[in-house]
Every structure is written in C-alpha cells, then in structure tokens.
C-alpha cells in the first residue's frame, strides 16, 4: 500500500506536466518555497545534485586554465551605466538598494543580475600591457534578476550559476574562447547529464545584451519544450572602450583587449527533471546523482542482514556513492522513497540473497532486476551505472527526434506548431519582421542557428525571400 500511495502523490505528466513538475521538485525535497516571492531555498538534496554538476565543471575550468575569483554583490548604478546596450537589456529586471541603514543613498546600487560591469572595472585596473592577457576568470556566485513569473530551478529571482569571463589580446582568442566553453556546456550536458543538446548561435534578437555575438546550447524537455542550458558570448572590444580597458601591445601601440562571457546556471537541474523524470518520481544521471546505489536491506531484523548491508556499503564506497536505508520503514516505502529521488540503481539484500551469495540489483530508468553474485559487485556496479546514463541518453534523443518536424513554408509551419510543441527546422531570411512574424503567428521563437546546417528549402519560411541560414524554431520555457 504503501507504494501506491507515494506514486499517487505525483501528478501524472500527460495529465498536466507543470504540475508533475511542480510534485517532482517539492517531493523529492529538491527545494522548498521562501518567504520573499521568486526566491527558492536549495533543500540539502538539490544542493548535493548542483555541487555535483558544479564539481564537473570546475574541473573542466581549471583544466583549460580558468581561475575562480569573487566579485561584489553590489553594481553601483554609474558603472551598470556605461554599457548603453547592457544596461537596457537588463533594466526591467534589476533590483535597486537606495537605503543603507537608515540614510539614503546618494548612488543607487544595483543587486547584480550579471557581473561584466564589474569584471570590466577591475580589468581596467589590472590590464596594462599584453604580458598581461589573457585573464581566463571564473565566479560561483548567485545572482538576481526580478522575474514576474517564476518556477523552482526554471526561472527564479535569485539563482545560483558560474559566470565566466575572460579578457584576450585578439578576436580570434576571444571567438575560439566562446567556442571551447560552448563545447564544454555540451560535453557536460551529453556526457554526465544524458541530455544531447543542439550547439548553434543566437539571431541577434535572442543574444545577450551587449554582446557581438551568442552561442548556446538547446535542450529538448519531455513535453517537447526549448530549454536553453547554456550560453557563451563574444563582446568584441565594446566593453573595453566604454570601460576603458587598454593594454600596450607586441608592437607597442595601445589596443583594447576582446571579451567573452558564459555561465549556466542551478536552471540545468530543471532541464535534468523534465528530461528524464517519469510519473514516479526524479530520474537522476548518475554521474551527479548524490546517491548512485541505495542499499535496502530486506527483512532487516534477521540476524546478519543489517551487517551484510553495512559490510556491501564500506566495500562498494570505494567505487560509488551509496547509502544504506536501515530505517524502520517498509521495504515498499523505501521502494517508493528511492524512486522518488531517482536513485540510479536499487540493491536489496535478504536471507534468502546471502543464503545465495547475491543480491537483487533493480535499475531506476527501466526496472530490470538482475541477480548479482556479490563478489562481481565491483565489475557490475559501474557497468549497470553505465548502461543507465546511455539508456537516459538514448531515450532523450529519441525523443528530440519524434518531436522535430521540418517545414519549408508558412502552411507547414502553422500546422507544425499548432498545439503541439516540438522543434521545426525552417529556413530564415535573417529579418527581425519574419522571425517576430513566427512568434505571433505561430508562438515560436527561434532557438538557434545550429553550427550543423542543413538546407531544408531555398526561401525564408515566412516571407519567400532568399533564405541565409537554417533555424530551429520552438516552444521554450
């Protein structure tokens, strides 16, 4: 009984997938709601799964020599100012301090919704001469950003994130810079999260605010919804002259130096929930899962069971991270309980299994169940954590591939979008009209310009003009 009732919790996704979502987040006590709107509290096992991503990445950073430092929370207006563009890309969501204690301020203070005018400030002052380039930085930090409707993980006012940003002697640095950071949001998403992405470059209605040019990286969710995981920006030199930022050059004449920005945020955890949860619960990757294998012992007061467990943990602790449950719940709830948390695999040991040798070892994503003798433990373990990253991994793609359509005119878009999400590969003439033509017409925005173009028709999909590049157009969230 008790099984049934923890399943029944969740609302079924085909039934009204924001609130499968909304019972996944809460039920898996990933997060919980605080008392300032928008604002969400990071519950220990949402944080285990955003340190875990964070280990990864940091790693990454460092091996391509990126250093971590620490910038203020606060911006103050006049230096939020200097970047015309930036400052009114952000503008309708910035948070303003006017009060310290009880005397106004005679400077506003912004609460940063992005750190480029700070790093430009202190680039200013540490940049001099070539020797000193490139600066390859990097901060965890959180930001904020006041959204009007807001959804745990998904689009919050405060949210945890990385935020690069680097300074190089040339343009080519800084491009072949925003191209590598690209890659490793790809790699991380594909190779530790199980979701393939879509790498390609934003139209320039859709880029970053002050930027030259935005790269990103697109996921497709279960219900067929964009989820963008994670961008990378080239600035060209603009920050640098409204900053002020030069350097003495090889030939000693004074240059501005190239910037790039990138950052993905605690919004991949969202991606990791609609990507792969199931109507019981969380699926977690298990390369970022907190638990990899759970340990329930099965009729736990026969002597000798609970030890079993404890003796299979200190052993298998060495190549994975697991737990064992040695509460007094049922073996049913915890079942239930580790399936809600989407623990990759389930190992359950009981008199009958030690009589055996073996154990019963059940795989989150499919539920098979396979009898493992207990001294193949360590070869088994990895090989099962493996199949299940690349059956989370195939499925997703399955998926993207199900729900993306091709159309060559507006006919085809229209009856591609109508209530129905997915991603539509068509053609663009590379007019602003015809892309905010697509959004009232058929609700879409373009997701990106993917790097690996395909020719789908001659004209734009909208207007009938000379097409110049090939878009995926969706739903986002």
Known sequence: ?????????????????????????????????????????????????????????????????????????????????????????????????????????????????????????????????????????????SVVRWEKTTRPFLRTMEFWWQEGHTMHETAQEAVEETERMLNIYADVCENFLAIPVIKGRKTDKEKFAGAEATYTIEAMMHDGKALQSGTSHYFGDGFAKAFDITFTGRDNTLQYPHQTSWGMSTRIIGAIIMTHGDDNGLVLPPAIAPIQTVIIPVAQHTPGVLDKAFELKERLSKIVRVKVDDSDNSPGWKFAEYEMKGVPLRLEIGPKDMEKNQCVIVRRDTREKYFVPLEDLETRLPELLKAVHDGL?????????????????????????????????????????????????????????????????????????????????????
């Open 393 to 477: 991994y195939q499925r997703a793609l399955q998926n993207r591939t199900e729900k993306t359509t091709s159309a060559s005119n507006m006919e085809e878009m229209e009856a591609a979008t109508k209530d129905k999400n997915g991603f539509v590969k068509a053609m663009w003439c590379g007019d602003l009209a015809c892309e905010e033509k697509l959004k009232e017409v058929c609700g879409v925005t373009s997701r990106c310009m993917p790097f690996e173009q395909e020719q789908i028709a001659q004209t734009c999909v909208c207007c009938g003009k000379p097409a110049k590049s090939m878009v995926i157009w969706g739903k986002a969230y």
């Open 1 to 141: 009984m008790a099984q049934k009732k923890m399943v029944t919790a969740i609302t079924s996704m085909n039934e009204d997938f924001a609130q499968w979502y909304t019972d996944i987040v809460k039920k898996a006590e990933l997060v919980d709601y605080s008392s300032v709107r928008g604002c969400m509290i990071l519950r220990p096992y949402g944080y285990a799964i955003w340190e875990n991503i964070q280990k990864t990445l940091d790693q990454k950073f460092k091996e391509t020599g990126h250093e971590n430092v620490g910038m203020p929370l606060f911006i103050p207006e006049s230096l939020l100012q200097k970047e015309k563009d930036h400052v009114e890309g952000f503008a309708p969501e910035v948070a303003w301090v006017t009060m310290g204690g009880n005397e106004k301020l005679t400077e506003r203070l912004c609460v940063r919704p992005t750190s480029e005018t700070l790093f430009c400030e202190h680039y200013s002052h540490v940049i001099h001469s070539y020797r000193d380039l490139p600066k390859l930085y990097n901060q965890w930090c």
